[in-house]
């Protein structure tokens, strides 16, 4: 009788987690240091999809997966955390507890584009340091930097790959990344030991993110602001007209409640030429349908991945054209800048290259890489003041007044971070 009581207590527990995710979690990390492995171990998912992807072996594109994290009644300590519905310990049935998705960013150095515009949707992060090798190496230095620049302040560091050193390796590389934190602002930030190849540490990983990255508080109330982060087409060739779909929008609600049915616009927008001139034209359309969770959802709120099927024709959407862009109501979004005043705060260091290099001054005509909210630009110093500077933009953006922007210069053939700054009005 006890028993059919709990089994009820669990069930009823199962349907009030709210189908949607509450948070998004990033990975982060240098290439080829295990995110995308650890992603698939916790998830089942794999999700490096793109046809390079595969061929190479690396993240190119922003990846997601829906995770429920579960825990086990009758087992103690860490050994009780687990994403499996029986426990792997007892066989007991597991109790849900949070249902997170996770955002898979690109280490390559080339990449950081991408990486910077995931960051900006997440809300606490996983930074993968591989025990094989010497820490810190480029890139974990830079997503480093890049977290704390954009005011990510829940981070994990995963120590990966245990079973590919020693026991005094290991620990060797667990000082270097004590040392690696010490002054910045994740000094203090646990460290996990696994190996996501043998799935051997994943339950303490549980508990540190279930302890370490709480969900944030949301306001729903606000007017509805959704970063783009993917836009694509699922129509497959050959598809007969009366079946095809319209163009889907992937990112995450920041703010507000978006709901099926309803007319959103999209800024910038798309790019039209008139009168010879290239010119950014807002969208309007229909929310067809909304999915998070791996479910249709009449509306959605702030928090995990969503995804948005919309009545836009799917060549306008398709291989992430409206990737940086924000989806509001009609009239409510921020405003569209073609050019960008810019307080700027530089490092004394470049971040991500292998040799010390000491921040230059910005010059007249430089090109910068521009990172705000989900969007990648480059923009061309036309003004410099004392930490100010003013650019024309390749890609307009939309954002508010005071949004933060990373700043990246190109080093050799690739932008390195070397500082940020926030956005004036005049």
């Not at 010497?134 to 994990?156: D, S, Y």
């Not at 073609?338 to 005509?365: A, D, F, Y």
């Amino acid at each position: 009788m006890a028993r059919k009581k709990n089994e009820q207590q669990l069930e009823s527990q199962e349907q009030e987690l709210p189908v949607q995710p509450v948070l998004n979690i990033g990975m982060v990390g240098h290439v080829d240091h295990g995110k995308t492995t650890l992603l698939e171990r916790l998830s089942g998912k794999w999700t490096d999809t793109h046809s390079e992807e595969l061929k190479r072996g690396i993240t190119i594109r922003l990846g997601y997966a829906d995770v429920t994290f579960r825990k086990c009644g009758k087992c103690e300590g860490a050994s009780a955390y687990t994403t499996k519905e029986a426990c792997p310990v007892c066989s007991t049935k597991t109790t849900p507890l949070r249902k997170v998705s996770f955002v898979d960013a690109p280490g390559h150095e080339s990449l950081m584009a991408t990486m910077l515009s995931g960051a900006t949707i997440m809300d606490g992060a996983l930074l993968l340091v591989g025990a094989n090798e010497e820490c810190p190496q480029p890139q974990t230095r830079e997503h480093l930097m890049a977290l704390q620049i954009i005011g990510i302040k829940n981070v994990i560091v995963v120590q990966n790959k245990i079973d590919m050193v020693s026991e005094e390796q290991a620990v060797r590389n667990y000082e270097q990344i004590k040392e690696f934190l010490k002054g910045t602002d994740f000094e203090n930030a646990t460290i996990i030991p696994i190996s996501a190849q043998h799935r051997i540490g994943l339950h303490y990983l549980i508990q540190a993110i279930q302890e370490c990255i709480p969900t944030p508080v949301r306001d729903s109330s606000k007017e509805p602001i959704m970063l783009i982060a993917r836009s694509f087409d699922i129509n497959k060739p050959g598809i007969t007209p009366d079946k095809l779909v319209g163009g889907i929008l992937g990112g995450s609600l920041k703010q507000g409640r978006l709901h099926a049915d309803e007319i959103i616009e999209i800024r910038p927008g798309r790019s039209i030429t008139e009168k010879n001139q290239q010119v950014w034209k807002p969208l309007t359309t229909r929310i067809v349908s909304l999915s998070a969770g791996g479910s249709s959802l009449e509306s959605v709120d702030p928090g995990g991945s969503i995804g948005v099927l919309t009545a836009l024709d799917p060549s306008i959407v398709k291989s992430d054209q409206l990737t940086g862009s924000i989806v509001g109501l009609p009239g409510k979004l921020p405003k569209v800048w073609s050019e960008l005043i810019l307080n700027v705060h530089l490092l004394q260091r470049v971040v991500g290259t292998k040799e010390e290099l000491n921040v230059e001054p910005i010059k007249m005509s430089e090109a910068l890489m521009l990172n705000v909210n989900s969007a990648a630009t480059v923009g061309i110093v036309i003004e410099l003041r004392k930490n100010r500077i003013k650019c024309r933009l390749k890609l307009p953006v939309c954002a508010d007044a005071g949004s933060r922007v990373t700043v990246s210069r190109r080093i050799g053939n690739r932008f390195r971070l070397i500082g940020y700054g926030e956005i004036l009005e005049r």
